[in-house]
């Protein structure tokens, strides 16, 4: 059973930075994500890492701001935020994919194990 734990949330002000880590027990090689959810809102993807970290895709509202990598000797995969803003308020959770190949287009339903998620409050 493979598990996935986040850590990295916090608080801080518009315009600063954080980065969140996701240590995957089981490390293979399918494609991982970050997604997050704001109270009232539907869960979006915000960052996929894919095919050993040669390929990354980032939701629209996060582009240019946000950087997803992973480390697999570490078997952990990060999202630095950068410039963040109020919006970006949510629980963030890291996601693993099925296949080696997702992006921000792929439904949340074809991920097969989840973290618990750590929060994020921009003020």
């Known amino acids: 059973h493979v598990q996935l734990v986040e850590s990295g949330g916090g608080s801080v002000q518009a315009g600063g930075s954080l980065t969140l880590s996701c240590v995957v027990s089981?490390?293979?090689?399918?494609?991982k994500a970050w997604f997050r959810q704001a109270p009232g809102k539907e869960r979006e993807a915000v960052a996929t890492?894919?095919?050993?970290?040669?390929?990354?895709d980032y939701a629209a509202s996060v582009k240019g701001r946000f950087t997803v990598s992973q480390d697999a000797t570490k078997k952990t995969v990060y999202l630095q935020m950068n410039s963040l803003k109020p919006e970006d308020t949510a629980m963030y959770y890291c996601?693993?994919?099925?296949?080696?190949?997702?992006?921000?287009?792929?439904?949340?339903?074809?991920?097969?194990?989840w973290g618990q998620g750590t929060q994020v409050t921009v003020s």
């Open positions: 089981l490390y293979i090689n399918t494609c």
């Open positions: 890492v894919s095919l050993g970290g040669s390929r990354t």
């Open positions: 996601a693993k994919h099925t296949e080696q190949f997702c992006g921000v287009f792929s439904p949340a339903s074809e991920y097969n194990n």
